[in-house]
Every structure is written in C-alpha cells, then in structure tokens.
C-alpha cells in the first residue's frame, strides 16, 4: 500500500527526472509540502493518509492559507508554497494516489505589483507546468505549451515564435537537429539551439493540430482555433490567464519570458556576448539594459575570475 511519505518521494524523484529542477528549488518544493502536511496533522488531529488528502475540503485548504497570513508569511510566500501543493496533488492524480477537486477551486494569493519582470526559476516552472484548461481541444494546450517553450527556453520574441513555418518545423523535426535559423529584427539571421523539451513540444503540437496535415509547408505552424495563423493576443491572453492562476504579477507577459531567458542564463554564468547573440541583440549595451546586469553580482565574478584579484 503506497503511503503519503512514498508519495512525496516519487514527486520528488519526478521533480528532478522529468522537470530537472535545480537542487535549491527542488529543497523548495519539498519543504512547502512537509510544511503542509505538518500543519494538516495538526489541523485534522493525526497525519494525513492518501484517502485524507484526497478529502481535504476547501475550507481545510483555506485553513492551511490562513495560518499562513497569520504567521506573517509574506504572500510570496504563501503564493509559491501553494504553487507547491498544488504540483503535489497533480502528481497524485495523475497517478492513481489520490483525487482532489478541492485544490482547484482555491485562488492563489495575490502577488505585489513590484514583482521584478524577470520570473524565478521556480515561477517559470510553474507557469509552463500550468493546469490546462479543460474547456479547449487539448492541441490547443500543445500549441501553447510550444510557443511557451520557446518564448523561455530559446529566448525568442513572440512574433519570432509566430512566424515559424510549417516547412522549418517538419525539416527540423525531420532532421535530428537541435538548433533553428531566426529571422529576426534587421532581417538578421541568428542559430538558436534548442532544448529538448522544446523538441518534443513542438512534435507534440504538430502531430495533434488537426490543421497541420493538409498545410502547405509555407503555411505558419502556430494556428488558431480556426486553423488561421495564430493571433499574438491569444498568447497574451493565456499567460495572463495563467498568472492570475499562480497569483504572479501583472509583469508577467510573453515578453517576460524572454527577459527570464535572459536573466537566467546570466545569473548561471553565462556572458553577455553570447546571450547578446542568442537574443538576436545588435548592441551589447541593449543585452546589458535588457538583463538588468546586477552589479554586485557582477563584482563577485570579477572578483573570483580576475587574475590580480586572486592575489
């Protein structure tokens, strides 16, 4: 019989396997449910089986919320930690542990407007791992995972995502390659590489779009409802959709997932020079603005990098 501790171990394993979370973010999300599920034991007098979980009522949810607020925890806080519940019950619905309607029907505490615009590593797992929305064609979901992939994983503007073709899609798909030509501003081409996940999204979307099969390869990959090229607002209205649903900040747009590109890159290392390419950028100086350099953070590198400052 699988127990609740074997439960929180396999999510565990498939944080790290299948969503490959940093280790900070993975001890994260771990903490959020063991901080949970202590509060549930004392709330319901012994400690949660699978069965008890799968019954939690909204008020118990919302009791969980309110101990929260009247510890002081900030609403961030509170907004990632439920972000984590909420991942954890998905796991467990999605194999066989437990089924809970409850947790779907509780909103995410807001989050303050000066949220900075670059999302964290965690907020920008959760928001491509969001819920999908049950009343659409699931190749529409596809769809929009794919251009979402893009915006962050391959740092493209939206209108560059857009722009993909069905003849570049199935000639990349076709030909084991991980890198993509970008025609971007200027009329610049740039090679973007590509994740494997992002691979996979958009074989995922082109094989279940039922518009593609007939489309001529000049045809746009990305296509509405209707089977015309996709509108950037339907983009836009699903992240803001999917931020009110996390309980991110108005900030949150398909352009913030770009500057988290960015942003993330630069805070593991990577140089400005080669994100200035990846991001198709003519200026260094305008990669410099866009990431939003952190000067501190700057003078650690410098510090631990420079030869005379090793002396």
């Known amino acids: 019989m699988t127990t609740v501790a074997d439960a929180q171990t396999a999510w565990r394993d498939w944080l790290q396997s299948e969503r490959r979370l940093s280790a900070h973010t993975l001890t994260a999300y771990e903490h959020d449910i063991a901080t949970f599920l202590g509060f549930m034991t004392g709330y319901l007098g012994r400690a949660p089986t699978l ?19 009247r510890q002081g925890m900030a609403r961030t806080s509170t907004a990632r930690a439920f972000s984590s519940v909420r991942s954890f019950f998905r796991f467990l619905d999605k194999n066989g542990l437990a089924h809970n309607a ?37 190749w529409i979901d596809l769809r929009d995972g794919a251009v979402l992939i893009l915006l962050y994983g391959a740092g493209l503007r939206i209108g560059e ?9 199935d000639e990349l798909l076709k030909s084991g390659r991980d890198t993509l030509p970008i025609l971007g501003k200027g009329n610049k081409t740039r090679l973007v590489p590509l994740l494997p996940q992002a691979l996979q999204a958009l074989k995922a979307y082109r094989d279940a779009c039922p518009w593609l099969a007939a489309a001529s390869p000049k045809s746009r990959v990305f296509v509405g409802a209707r089977g015309g090229a996709l509108d950037p607002a339907i983009v836009q209205k699903r992240v803001r959709e999917i931020r009110r649903g996390l309980g991110l900040a108005e900030s949150v747009t398909p352009h913030a997932l770009r500057h988290s590109f960015a942003t993330h890159l630069l805070g593991a290392g990577g140089d400005l020079r080669t994100i200035q390419e990846l991001l198709g950028h003519a200026s260094l100086s305008t990669t410099q603005r866009y990431t939003d350099v952190d000067a501190a953070r700057l003078a650690a590198v410098y510090r631990a990098a420079h030869p005379r400052a090793k002396g």
Do not use: C, H, N
């Not at 008890?52 to 969980?64: I, M, T, V």
């Open 161 to 169: 995502a857009l722009s993909l073709t069905k003849g570049e899609v």
């Open 102 to 138: 409850s947790v779907a029907s509780i909103q995410t505490p807001k989050l303050p407007k000066s949220v900075p615009k670059a999302l964290s590593e965690r907020d920008m797992e959760d928001l491509l791992e969001a819920e999908p929305d049950q009343e659409r064609a699931p």
């Open 51 to 69: 069965d008890a979980l799968a019954k939690l009522k909204p008020a118990e949810f919302r009791a969980w919320l309110a101990e929260r607020s």
